[in-house]
């Protein structure tokens, strides 16, 4: 597969399953690059927003004077006017608005008013078209670090701030790839300094990471074998490309294109990966929306085949009788048929109220379920406002099993 360079957020997808990493990076199709602009539709989520917005008037707020290269006074006054810019420019709703004040509140208090010197702000290494290379491995990688300073004893802290629900443990940070490598490129552009990297949470704490020489060259090896690994896999033919069936699926925006996501979700295994809801909302709200773009894919895959099979399996010139076929495992009918409704208000009508109070809905099935109680001049008032209307229905069932299934 084509890995132009590194990042955490790369290698993870990679790590997760090489079918997504082959579907995002690589977009072999259509289905892939609508599915990615669903997906990033998805992460731009109000909460993602207002994320952004907390994080980019933290930068502004410690953006070195270009002239005299000084960092600004810590002033919350000028925190919240820099927050109330970047709103105006990436609206939020209110609700999340205020959420992000009070979380800006609340890391001032904590630990805003400590003057810091900062050498950069949103400090890039490496470009898509050209790379930041790890020395002695060459491994290209690319990333942003949100705040680069410096303290009194000249030790370089790399900062990067997070305003998720979720904390991050000391264990966590310590195995960070995402640290890792802002330590590797640090490591070398202050080869004589102190460097440490730490995950500014804005609804928590900070958790600080510092990692030896000797462990960091350990990673660099084990970054290379994993580009390595990833830049092996044979990505010619998508439908070779590895799929790890995982947590990670859940999330995955891939779901509606994925064989293997697909096989699960019609056998009934799918929902072995979800046993259980999480308590996190925005992450609950991001499966709801992966569930709808889902939906939407597979509706119009759904529309496709049965259009193929009136038009290329059958024809509407073809006697009724005719539109039948079988394959190996199913065999298909388009056939006609009377569908009845009911009309919901005339139905209202004519049950009484407290029948009509236990109905749980009006289809069909509910009415024809209160029929047997009712008088029966009221039944078969209610039987004579039914409609009946002729229609071609395609019926599908499977050979093995016998069972009915309308398609
Ligand atoms: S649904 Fe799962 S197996 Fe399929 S591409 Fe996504 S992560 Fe991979």
Redesign the pocket.
């Known amino acids: 597969m084509l890995v132009p360079y590194l990042s955490a957020s790369r290698l993870k997808t990679a790590q ?2 090489y ?2 990493y082959h ?1 995002h990076y690589e977009q072999p199709n259509a289905d892939a690059q609508a599915l990615k602009e669903i997906g990033n539709h998805r992460d731009n989520s109000q909460a993602g927003r207002m994320g952004n917005n907390v994080h980019d008037a933290l930068e502004e707020w410690r953006r070195p004077d270009p002239e005299t290269g000084k960092t600004p006074k810590p002033s919350f006054g000028r925190l919240m006017t820099l927050y109330k810019e970047i709103n105006a420019k990436r609206e939020v709703d209110f609700n999340f608005y205020e959420d992000g004040k009070r979380m800006l509140k609340r890391w001032f208090d904590r630990r805003g008013r400590d003057p810091v010197r900062a050498l950069h702000v949103e400090m890039q290494f490496g470009r898509h078209d050209a790379p930041y290379m790890l020395s002695r491995t060459g491994t290209p990688v690319l990333g942003f670090i949100d705040l680069v300073i410096e303290h009194r004893d000249g030790t370089i802290e790399c900062i990067d701030y997070k305003t998720q629900r979720l904390d991050i443990t000391q264990a966590e940070a310590d195995n960070s790839i995402q640290a890792a490598i802002y330590l590797c490129v640090a490591r070398e552009l202050w080869p004589d300094r102190p460097i440490q990297f730490t995950f500014d949470l804005q609804r928590h704490g900070t958790v600080t990471t510092v990692w030896t020489d000797e462990r960091l060259e350990d990673f660099k090896d084990w970054l290379h074998s994993q580009y390595e690994n990833i830049m092996a896999v044979d990505s010619t033919d998508t439908t070779k490309v590895p ?4 947590k ?2 859940q999330w ?1 925006a ?2 509606p294109i ?1 064989p ?2 697909q096989d699960m979700m019609q056998n009934g295994a799918w929902d072995m990966l979800t046993p259980t809801l999480g308590a996190d909302l925005n992450d609950l709200l991001n499966e709801l929306a992966t569930i709808k773009a889902s939906k939407q894919m597979l509706d119009k895959r759904k529309k496709a085949i049965d259009a193929h099979i009136k038009e290329e399996v059958f024809d509407r010139s073809m006697k009724v009788e005719d539109c039948k076929t079988e394959t190996e495992n199913w065999s298909v009918e388009w056939r006609e048929q009377t569908r009845r409704s009911y009309i919901p208000t005339e139905v209202q009508k004519l049950v009484p109220p407290t029948v009509f109070g236990t109905m749980v809905s009006l289809s069909n099935a509910a009415v024809d379920r209160v029929l047997p109680i009712l008088p029966d001049d009221v039944a078969e008032a209610i039987k004579r406002t039914q409609i009946s209307k002729p229609q071609r229905m395609l019926i599908v069932k499977p050979k093995e099993s016998g069972d009915d299934g309308e398609n």
Do not use: E, N, V
């Not at 799929?243 to 995982?246: L, M, R, S």
């Open positions: 997760d399953c079918l997504k579907y799929a790890t069936i995982g990670g699926c995955c891939y779901t994925c293997k996501a």
